[in-house]
């Protein structure tokens, strides 16, 4: 007879109840059908080795005024100390969390906590550049993306070259399918 832990006879009666539940079945079937059919490419942010530098010396010197903070036990400790933690969060997440997301109908942009969803129908133009000014890229290297009703951002992703070719195509066969949905509906 084996041995399971306290825990573990909940886990196996839940793996058993899945198996057997024809409802549980059909969704992961479905899921795994929309997983395939709503293929996604992430391309992680190309960071600039400076850029990288200067917010690692930025964390280095947050850390450091949230030590003093604490060590100095003033009144305002715990306000100063939430503060500079926030700061130093949000550094980290948009330095480890830009990236840019592909899926078959649009471009998700997720750089920490900013979000951009922008349709592939709608980009009019994809251009390199190395305009520095503040965007969703931790590189110079960028690529200029002109969507909407004049709208423009600022991306850098690691291979600047499959990523413009791979969007290019995606935003080819947006715009074929929706010529064709038009042309459909008359």
């Known amino acids: ?21 024809p409802w549980f079945q059909e969704k992961r079937a479905l899921s795994l059908l929309n997983d395939m059919n709503n293929q996604k490419k992430i391309y992680k942010s190309k960071i ?32 100063q100390g939430l503060i500079v933690v926030a700061a130093l969060a949000l550094t980290l997440w948009v330095l480890l969390g830009t990236r840019y997301i592909m899926e078959a109908d649009r471009l998700l942009i997720r750089s920490g906590p900013f979000k951009w969803t922008i349709p592939l129908a709608e980009i009019r133009a994809i ?47 947006a715009n074929h399918d929706c010529t064709r949905a038009r042309s459909l509906s008359r």
């Open 1 to 21: 007879m084996c041995s399971v832990p306290f825990g573990g006879y909940r886990v196996l009666l839940s793996i058993c109840a899945n198996l057997c539940n």
């Open 48 to 79: 600039d080795v400076w850029l990288a530098a200067a917010l690692t010396g930025g964390v280095a010197v947050l850390f450091y005024i949230a030590g003093m903070t604490l060590m100095s036990g003033g009144p305002m400790v715990r306000l």
């Open 127 to 173: 251009k390199p550049t190395n305009n520095p000014v503040a965007s969703p890229a931790l590189s110079l290297q960028r690529l200029r993306i002109d969507y909407g009703k004049g709208q423009v951002v600022l991306i850098s992703p690691r291979n600047r070259t499959e990523f413009m070719r791979e969007l290019e195509g995606l935003r080819r066969r």
